[in-house]
């Protein structure tokens, strides 16, 4: 299975603080940082330098959408707060789901609450000989 984990953070967040959390929330679920293909936030956290740091160590892409785009996404846990630091009701839940497949696991929290990750399960593309992990194309 391939999962890809979204990831919320506060400024400064740390890589050991991204990664316990990420490490955490896949223990809990059953899962394994093998079965991890990227790491997806918004854009405005592409230079963030915990997130950055913990896609790196994870050996996966960090992959980021505009907060116009990660508002389109229906979730779970929709948050006023974030709506306005971010200008999406949602960071993690949504940045998991934008690829396209379905929640493993909600946004969870950090101990100290400047981290925020969800799990999403990738959804396979049929492409006639078999299975890739993708996106489904624009129709």
């Keep these: 299975m391939t999962v890809v984990v979204g990831v919320g953070a506060g400024r400064g967040v740390t890589a050991p603080a991204v990664l316990g959390l990420i490490e955490e929330t896949l223990r809990e679920a059953g899962l394994a940082a093998s079965e991890v293909g990227e790491l997806a936030t918004v854009d405005a956290k592409a230079g963030e330098a915990g997130i950055v740091e913990a896609a790196a160590r994870l050996g ?8 116009r785009e990660l508002a389109l996404v229906a979730v779970p846990h929709p948050s006023a707060a974030v ?4 200008g999406t009701p949602s960071v993690a839940e949504a940045a998991a789901l934008a690829g396209g497949g379905e929640l493993l696991v909600p946004k ?6 400047r981290v925020t990750c969800a799990v999403a399960r990738r959804r396979l593309l049929n492409v006639g000989h078999g299975y890739i992990a993708g996106e489904t194309p624009e129709c």
């Excluded at 996966?60 to 907060?67: C, E, G, I, N, S």
């Excluded at 969870?108 to 609450?113: I, L, N, P």
């Design 60 to 67: 996966v892409p960090l992959r980021t959408y505009p907060a």
């Design 83 to 86: 709506l306005a630091e971010a």
């Design 108 to 113: 969870r929290k950090s101990g100290e609450g």
